[in-house]
């Protein structure tokens, strides 16, 4: 949510921040629908004031023997009329709130300008991808082949974008989990939180999510949503709250279930586990103070690159373009894991700075010691990972010519000793 003063102060600014983004200037527009509700604001102050003079008087027309009908029907007429343009103002704040929480964030001043990922731009790579003295396959056809990933199966039972993992796969996706946990929580200080799955409207409103991405969610008959990511249950935790200055910066993680209807995706990766309605995720979140978040996101994404190295997985880390970015972020970076059955990188996490743009919606603010006036927190929030495709990375990097897949050294431990998916 965007700030109406500074949209007032900045106009030009911020109309200027909408085009990097590839939108159109609604300075004019908000400035409108604001000046609307301030002067309605303005009138019913007015009225407020008339009818309390009124009011007073009556005591004094009555001891002056004076009558005092007429006055008590001016009285009557201005309750009336406030009343309506109570709820006129009411209208008018609802309709510019509503405006504004279509708006999305502004990008930083570093981030490049480009229509769509296109325009994205590296800015680190990591590990050189490994040659094969054979054809390297997809995952898909991998797991398939070892009798541990049923898409058939799933499909009868869900419909298309599940999977079912069973045996040594499962155990993978297991191990990932609490590597990515133990990595996080013991290295870099996230607290683990187990978080609701299942969310209120309210709660994807705080993070973005709604009212303008509905379709990309899975809604129950009830008034709850599924978590498209525990970013959603996360942030939420610091909503309409003042949070004390020792507390900050908070950092948290959870591995969840997410689920996504991909509403966007029809006909985009289709075959396998890169896009599916259902998987699994590390979520790291954190919230600070406005001047730590830019440290903090370098912070973030570094933890997030970590695990991959550990895994030696080759990836690269881009920074995202004005086009291509979150609606709630002001600045992302992309990780993107090399794939050699694909012959590709492919996003495995994203990492975003979002400034206050959540915290307005949520309420979400801190007091420094010894200030009066509170200020909206900054958060952040990045994938660190997303289970499901660094199992995709593991098996197509790990892929040995029997059809084997070697476990990486640092996952054996969490996978009871065993070295090899697959064969004897």
């Known amino acids: 949510m965007h700030d109406m003063k500074w949209i007032r102060d900045n106009a030009e600014a911020f109309d200027a921040g909408l085009k990097k983004r590839g939108a159109a200037p609604l ?35 009555k001891k002056a023997g004076g009558d005092i009908a007429a006055i008590m029907e001016e009285g009557k007429a201005i309750k009336e009329l406030i009343a309506q343009k109570t709820g006129a103002v009411e209208a008018s704040q609802q309709a510019l709130s509503d405006r504004l929480a279509t708006i999305p964030n502004l990008p930083a001043d570093d981030v490049p300008e480009g229509e769509d990922e296109s325009g994205n731009v590296e800015i680190r790579k990591w590990g050189t991808p490994k040659s094969f003295d054979f054809t390297p396959k997809q995952h898909d056809e991998i797991g398939t082949a070892l009798g541990l990933m049923n898409f058939d199966t799933a499909a009868k039972m869900s419909g298309a974008r599940f999977v079912i993992l069973s045996g040594a796969l499962s155990r993978l996706e297991r191990a990932l ?3 990515m946990l133990d990595h996080q929580t013991l290295e870099y200080g996230y607290t683990e939180v187990t978080p609701p799955v299942l969310v209120k409207a309210n709660a994807l409103y705080g993070t973005g999510q709604l009212p303008k991405f509905e379709e990309d969610l899975f809604k129950t008959t009830g008034e709850h949503y599924l978590i498209p990511t525990s970013e959603v249950s996360l942030t939420n935790i610091v909503a309409d709250s003042i949070i004390p200055t020792e507390k900050l910066p908070m950092r948290l993680t959870a591995y969840t279930p997410c689920f996504r209807s991909e509403a966007g995706s029809a006909g985009r990766d289709t075959r396998g586990m890169i ?20 440290a903090e996101h370098e912070r973030m994404t570094e933890s997030a690159e970590k695990v991959l190295q550990k895994l030696g997985l080759p990836h690269r880390t881009v920074v995202l373009c004005t086009g291509d970015m979150g609606f709630g972020a002001k600045k992302t970076y992309d990780i993107e894991v090399w794939l050699p059955g694909q012959d590709t990188y492919r996003e495995i996490s994203s990492c975003s700075n979002c400034g206050d743009f959540q915290a307005r919606r949520l309420k979400a603010r801190y007091r420094a010691e010894g200030d009066k006036n509170t200020t909206f927190v900054h958060t952040l929030n990045g994938s660190g990972l997303a289970v499901g495709r660094t199992m ?33």
């Open 27 to 61: 300075s004019a527009e908000l400035i409108a629908l604001d000046a609307e509700s301030r002067a309605l604001t303005t009138e019913i102050q007015d009225l407020q004031s008339k009818g309390n003079a009124i009011a007073k008087s009556i005591p004094e027309v």
């Open 177 to 179: 989990a609490n590597f």
């Open 275 to 294: 896009r599916q309605h259902q998987f699994t995720k590390v979520e790291m979140v954190s919230i600070t103070k406005p001047e730590e978040s830019e």
């Open 392 to 424: 995709v990375a593991i098996i197509e990097n790990y892929q040995q010519a029997d059809g084997t897949v070697k476990v990486p050294d640092v996952l054996v431990p969490y996978m009871g000793g065993l070295t090899v998916i697959g064969g004897k």
